[in-house]
């Protein structure tokens, strides 16, 4: 079994930051793809970034490439989600996640995730 525990998320303004941290309990973080999804209310989950096992590739939705950016500690067994120049419709609940083995590349359909973290509210004024 694997625990996902998001921190990070909180009230920001339009164009600023924020930071969001996921720690993972297990011994199956540092060979597995792991990423970040959001959903707003009355929406599915839709996928924002992912990371391979080693950091060599990431992927991002077209919504917030050049603002986001995913990078991962296997030491510290944690993925991260550095947030900039938010905007209002970045408002979303963000879910840390951890693909399934037998999935790779560029598939990151929510159905391709073993496990779900219990999500963090990120708020962005305007």
């Known amino acids: 079994q694997v625990q996902l525990v998001e921190s990070g998320g909180g009230l920001v303004q339009a164009g600023g930051s924020l930071r969001l941290s996921c720690v993972a309990s297990?011994?199956?973080?540092?060979?597995?793809?792991v990423g970040w999804f959001r959903q707003t209310p009355g929406k599915e989950r839709e996928f924002v970034a992912g990371?391979?096992?080693?950091?060599?590739?990431?992927y991002y939705a077209d919504s917030v490439k050049g603002r986001l950016t995913i990078s991962r500690d296997n030491a510290k067994s944690t993925v991260y989600l550095q947030m900039n120049s938010l905007k209002p419709e970045d408002t979303a609940v963000y879910y840390c996640?951890?693909?399934?083995?037998?999935?790779?590349?560029?598939?990151?359909?929510?159905?391709?995730?073993?496990?779900w973290g219990q999500g963090t509210q990120v708020t962005v004024s305007s």
């Open positions: 990371i391979t096992w080693n950091g060599g590739s990431t």
């Open positions: 996640v951890l693909r399934s083995q037998y999935y790779g590349g560029v598939y990151w359909a929510a159905s391709a995730v073993d496990y």
């Open positions: 297990g011994r199956t973080f540092s060979s597995r793809a």
